[in-house]
Each structure stands twice: as C-alpha cells, then as structure tokens.
C-alpha cells in the first residue's frame, strides 16, 4: 500500500529555537513550544478575515522589561493555567488589540500560570526601535517574535542573539538589513545639495532614520522595487522607465525630518509621519518607487519596459517584479543616471543593487 | 567629611593684584589682555569719575574673555553642566550663557577662585542695575555708581580674568575630563577615591562631564566613559540629591529617544545598578519647563531685567500647573528670582505670573526644593544677606505650611527656622554660610 508521507518545517523550527534559547541561557520546554507554535501563527494569522503582524514579547519579568522604557505601559489582559488551548488563547485575546504601537508580551509559566497582555511605549522618529530595547537588559530573558517579510519571522534575544526562521524552500541571499542599509546610503549621499541642507544638520541621524523606515515599510510591503536616481537627472530621460507618476513637487524626508528635529513640535512630527505613510502607500502601488540621493521621494508607479524584448540574452526565472529588476541593473552605475536599486521579492528576498 | 584629600582640581593661586590696591591707574596697568590705550582710558575715565562707563567697559570684556573659554569646552558640555537642555553644538555660548552662568561655571571649572566668584556676581549685580538705570526713563537718574563700585569692579575682573595671560580651565580638571574618556578606572583608581571624598561641587560636575561625554563620545571613548559611569556614579549615588539623580534619568530618556543604542546601554546599566530607574522621566515635557525656568533666570540677571522677566514669566505660568519632577527645582528657582527680585527691588508685572505658578505649589514641593536644591542654589542664597531680597523671602516662606522636621540639611533648616522668626542677622548669617558652602575647594 502506497504511504503518504508529510513533510513540516516543525522539527526543525523548534530544533534552531532551542539552539536558540541555549544561547539566551534559558533552559524551557515550555518557552520552546511557545515560540514554535507563534511562529508558525505568525506567518499567516488572520481574524475575521484581516492580517494581523502582532510583535510578541517573551519575557521572564514585564515590570523589569517595561522600566527601562520611558514612558512605557502594558496591561495584563490575562493569567492562564497551561494546556493545550494556552497559546492559541493568548493570540485570540490579544492579536485584535495590537498594531504598530501596541505589541503582545508573554510572560513565561511561573507555578503553571502564564500571564499575558499588551504593551506600547511613546515613539518618536528617532527612538529605539522595539527589537532595540529588547538587548538593553542582558540580565533577563527577554525574545521579540515578529514577521518581517510574508514567510520571515525575525526572533531577538536580549543577550544580542537572533534566529530567522524563513518557511520558505528557496536559497536565501545575505543579510537584508545590509542591503537596505547600502540601499540607504546612496539614497543619502548627496544630501547636502538638498535645499534644506544646512551644516548643522547629523547626516547620520538621518541616514539611520531612512534605514528605519525602509526598513519597516519594504516589511510591510508585498514586495517592492526601490530606486535611486540622481538628484540632476529625470527619470524621463530613461527610455526604459518612461511610464511613471512624477512627483512634481517630490516629498521630501529630509526636510520633513529636520523640520522635526529643529522644533520638535507636534506639528513637524505629525508632517513627517504623513511622508511615511504616503511612502507607505506609493510603495503599496504597483510599480517602482524613485528616491533621489538627496533624500526625495521623486516618482512612483514607475514600469520598466525594455527597449527591445530580443536585446535580454540570459534567462530570468521569476515574476514580472524579478523581470523588472533584473532589466533595470545594466541601468545602474555610478556614470549612469540610476546609482542603486532595492529588490523585495515576496517571500522576503532583500537584494540591493 | 572627609576634605584633607587634595582637590580633584583646583584653580591657579597666582596673585595679579593684591586686594589692597585701589589705584585705578596700577590695577588697570595689569590688566594684560587690554591695550595699552583701553587701560589708560579706564584708568583716565575711573578719574574723571565716569565710573559707570569705565566699568561697563572693563565688565563687557571681561565676561567676553571668560565666555571664550567656556566655548572652547564645547558648547554641548557646556549646556550639560549647566542643565541647559537647548543647548546643542551650534549654540553660540557668547550669547546663550548669562555672566552669572559663565561666572559660577567658571569658579566650578577651577578658572575662578571661590572669593573672586563672589565679588564678580557682586559687581555685576551692580553693573546690571546702573545699565539698566540708563536705558529706563522712570528710573531714578539721580542715583550714580560710586568710585568704590568702580575699582572694585576693575580690580577682580583683573584678578580673575583680565589680569591672566591665558584665561584657562584648572589643568587638573581637564586631565580628569581626558581620563574619563581615555581610561577606565576602577574603584581603587586616585581619582575616584578622591571624588568620592570631595565636596558635593565635584560630584556634580563629575556627573555632568560624564553625562556630556555619553551624548558626545562614540566606539572606545563611549565604552571607557560607560565603564567609568559604572564604576563612579554607584559610588556616589547615596550622596547624590535629586537634581542630579533626575539629570542621569534625563539624559537617558533623551538618548533613547535619540536612538544613541550604545549610549542608552551605557545608561541602563548605571540606573540598574543604583536601581535608579523611577528618576527617568516618562517624557521629555520637563525639558520645556526648564527652558522656560531658564529663560526666566537669564532674564533675571540681564540688562531691563523688571521688564523682560515679564514674557518667560508668562510663558512658564502658561505651562500649566503640574511641573514634572525634573525640572521643579529650576522653575522653583526661576520663580524665587522674580518674588525676591535684587537689591533694587522686584517686577510687579512679573510677580503677577510667578504667583500663579506659586499658589500650585504645594508644601511637599517646597520640601523639595530645601532639601534638594537650596543648599547648592547659589543665585538664591546670594540675595539672602541682601535687605529687599531678605524680606521677599520671609514674606514668602512664612506663608508656606513647611514641617521643619523633613528639612534635611542642617544649615537649610536653621535657615527656614530663623525666617519663620523673622531673625534677619540669622538668616543673613547661614545664607552666607550656605554660599560660601557651595564654592569649597
């Protein structure tokens, strides 16, 4: 009689989850099929239809974690005996209830009870980011879980170890944050002929701000080409991106950010978190996004149409996305008028080039 | 204490002018950063009895001299020790920093000695007041500076500043500020013995100088001053008062919402070993308050002052009743400049706001205040000995519901007792005990 034969990526999750934990000198049973069972839930988990990207906090003492946070709050939502029903109780009660602000924490059984709830803490643009605080203690355990591409869960420890677990069957390329971080700095490289430049302006502040917000929002995305133009040409004077919605006046991060930074008032932080979400939103249309290397967002919406379908030699196995990358990069150069591109594939590839 | 240590730093002994002196032509002849020209034209205006004229003179290049010198600290180390959030490395020190801030920081930096601190903020107390008289048409003219005022004006800006080839911080001191961020030092390290045993003075500079050094080193020179903090500020930690507890949990909510990661490290781990955490403000809402507290004090000790107290005044009464706890002993501070004024009287239209911002203030604050901040409040306890201040002050403090048995320290509570009693010489008495107590060496 023929088996049928089942294959799960179960074993070994939990197998890198436990390496994992040795690492982070935390020895239990428990937090391991914890952490199994979200990852798995956090690649997909839905209610009533809708997506939720919940960040779960694993944590040995909230109170520890959240008084190094300024201005940092949680409610506990729960305390639950363990069995079979636990994890799955805790995402119910709580995914619906977070967002970008507020997060999960899970505290691990003390005498079988867990408890549970959310937190949040005031962000400014500049502010640790969630995975940053969690290495400020060493001295408690403490593991984020959060999904950063469609089949990617990214797993902090507060001792500085991570675990990426990728429910994927494809060859994964080098680190991603490295290549938005170059993406970033080419993006950033002529800065000073921004019109809003002025000397004392910390380009690294800046930089890392850029960095950041790519970084979430390409996480947040289905997928995207990211481009770098120069800031003296036009994309109109590339054949090959000639359909496109330019920016006739391009949104400009930079001056946002250090109108923020100048007066820190509400105002400027609310103008600056309307770029975001507009970046948000032009990186959500179909299409490819244009900065310039003064820090502008200058078009979206962007098609590459090759100038003669015979000229592409070498075989490109992908979606029209993969396509499209693959014929911009014979564009770019540092003669060229395009200086970088940023790739994010579905499943979570990040190439820049 | 112990004091028999030597000094962590200390200023130079050399003497320019002896105190006996009063030969406008001789002391003005040692004031070497002047030309030749400016020094006969003091000394010939000193005769001609335009005192006021000579003396706004000598005063103007004195306190620009001093302030050069601040500047070539960095004006980001400079607004940390004086708690000046503003300040970032684009301020320009020459403007932002009132003589009386660049005087008492000068005698903390050991450029200054405590005595010539003392006769500086005199002399400008006396120079803003005849400026001032100048440029206000209801003032009485009539009242003039004497020739006393002028050459004791004359004599310790030589002393102190012009009479010096070089105006320079205390060579020691820089050499501590170097360590901090060159080397780690251990417990048993001279110079963290030797904090640990000094007056209060250098432990609060020495928190200051480590916290600038954490918003302004980066890679090894972050690591060392982290090591240092972790090393330093648990050894002194019972003996610091509140201001100085609040500056460390300020500094690191300011750094983590500046996302400086290695900085707020750093931090955390000092606060967690002094369990120090509830001084970390929840928001940074504080540092509004003591800009406008500063504001008010910079306006306190300029030209006009009865008028332009007026608008920051406002502007703090304005920010609403509850004062976060980090920048109450500021504001207390600022709100005390207006109600006990100078020696030449007090702003009425200032005083209008400073009693809204007084009538929320309840005993428990005021507590606060004695305990935490007077005994190193040099601007305060410098009006005490003075008549009009003197009665403000009384006025003030008779009306509050004070438990003296919460007063902490020793001289601020004979101070309060002997205000309730309305005993002027005795107030008169340990306000100067007090200041004299903030500038040991």
């Known amino acids: 009689m023929p088996d049928t034969i089942a294959i799960t990526f179960r074993d070994q999750t939990h197998g890198k989850i436990h390496d994992f934990l040795s690492d982070e000198n935390k020895q239990c049973t428990y937090t391991q099929s914890m952490m199994g069972y979200f990852s798995g839930q956090l690649t997909n988990y839905r209610e009533e239809g809708i997506e939720l990207n919940p960040k779960i906090l694993i944590c040995d003492d909230i109170d520890a974690y959240t008084l190094s946070i300024p201005g940092s709050i949680y409610y506990n939502i729960g305390e639950i005996e363990n069995n079979n029903e636990t994890y799955k109780k805790i995402l119910k009660d709580c995914a619906s209830l977070t967002g970008e602000n507020w997060h999960i924490y899970v505290e691990p059984p003390k005498n079988s009870i867990t408890k549970y709830g959310v937190f949040t803490y005031p962000k400014t643009p500049t502010s640790l980011s969630i995975q940053e605080t969690v290495t400020l203690n060493s001295n408690i355990f403490c593991s984020l879980l959060r999904k950063t591409s469609q089949n990617t869960i990214d797993i902090t420890g507060s001792k500085g170890n991570s675990l990426s677990l990728v429910f994927s069957t494809t060859r994964i390329s080098a680190d991603k944050n490295d290549h938005v971080n170059k993406f970033t700095e080419i993006c950033c490289k002529n800065v000073k002929k921004n019109p809003s430049y002025t000397h004392n302006h910390d380009l690294a502040k800046f930089k890392k701000y850029l960095e950041k917000t790519i970084d979430y929002i390409i996480n947040n995305s289905h997928g995207t080409i990211l481009i770098c133009i120069n800031y003296k040409s036009s994309i109109e004077k590339i054949d090959e991106l000639k359909d496109y919605i330019d920016l006739k006046i391009p949104i400009d991060l930079y001056e946002s950010f250090y109108n923020y930074e100048d007066t820190k008032n509400a105002e400027s932080i609310l103008k600056l978190q309307r770029c975001e979400e507009l970046l948000n939103g032009l990186v959500n249309c179909d299409g490819i996004v244009a900065f310039d290397n003064c820090g502008r967002i200058v078009a979206y919406r962007i098609f590459f149409r090759p100038p003669s379908p015979e000229t592409t030699t070498t075989k490109i196995v992908g979606g029209a996305r993969r396509r499209a990358f693959e014929g911009i990069k014979p564009l770019i150069g540092t003669k060229k008028r395009l200086r970088a591109a940023l790739f994010r594939s579905q499943d979570g590839e990040t190439i820049k080039y | ?441």
């Open chain 2, 1 to 441: 204490m112990p004091t028999l240590q030597p000094a962590l730093w200390s200023p130079t002994t050399a003497i320019i002018i002896s105190d006996s002196v009063s030969d406008p032509a001789t002391i003005a002849e040692c004031a070497i950063q002047l030309r030749e020209r400016e020094r006969n034209q003091i000394a010939q205006n000193i005769e001609s009895q335009n005192f006021e004229l000579a003396s706004t003179f000598v005063w103007m290049r004195a306190m620009a001299l001093l302030k050069k010198q601040l500047a070539s600290l960095g004006a980001e180390f400079v607004g940390e020790l004086l708690q000046r959030p503003d300040f970032d490395e684009d301020t320009d020190i020459r403007n932002e920093v009132s003589d009386s801030e660049a005087i008492s920081l000068a005698s903390d930096l050991g450029i200054l000695s405590s005595i010539q601190t003392m006769r500086l903020l005199q002399s400008q107390q006396t120079i803003a007041h005849f400026t001032g008289i100048e440029n206000d048409p209801a003032a009485d003219h009539t009242e003039v500076m004497t020739r006393e005022e002028a050459v004791s004006c004359l004599r310790v800006c030589v002393q102190g500043v012009l009479g010096h080839e070089r105006v320079e911080v205390a060579e020691d001191f820089k050499k501590f500020r170097e360590k901090l961020a060159k080397e780690t030092f251990s417990k048993e390290s001279p110079e963290v013995k030797k904090l640990v045993s000094s007056p209060y003075f250098f432990v609060k500079t020495a928190i200051s100088i480590i916290l600038a050094l954490f918003k302004t080193t980066k890679g090894a020179q972050l690591e060392h001053t982290a090591r240092n903090a972790s090393v330093i500020v648990p050894e002194v930690w019972a003996r610091l008062k509140d201001p100085e507890r609040w500056q460390i949990g300020q500094t690191y909510s300011l750094e983590f919402n500046e996302g400086h990661k290695e900085a707020v490290k750093g931090l955390h781990s000092v606060l967690l070993a002094v369990s120090g955490f509830d001084y970390v403000p929840e928001n940074l809402r504080s540092n509004t308050f003591i800009e406008a507290a500063n504001a008010i004090i910079a306006a306190h000790q300029g030209i006009d002052n009865f008028y332009n107290e007026v608008k920051p005044a406002k502007e703090l009464a304005n920010l609403g009743s509850s004062i976060p706890g980090p920048a109450l002993a500021s504001c207390i501070t600022a709100v005390l400049c207006i109600k006990l004024g100078n020696i030449y009287g007090k702003s009425w239209a200032a005083e209008t706001h400073a009693d809204k911002i007084v009538n929320n203030l309840s005993p428990e604050r005021w507590l606060y205040y004695i305990n935490e901040r007077l005994p190193h409040d040099r601007l305060i306890l410098s009006k005490l000995s003075s008549t009009k201040p003197q009665n403000e002050w009384i006025q003030l403090i008779s009306s509050i519901d004070l438990d003296i048995d919460k007063i902490k320290d020793k001289m601020a509570r004979q101070l309060i007792i002997a205000t309730i009693k309305n005993n002027k010489p005795k107030i008169s008495i340990a306000g100067d005990t007090m200041l004299r107590n903030t500038f040991q060496k």
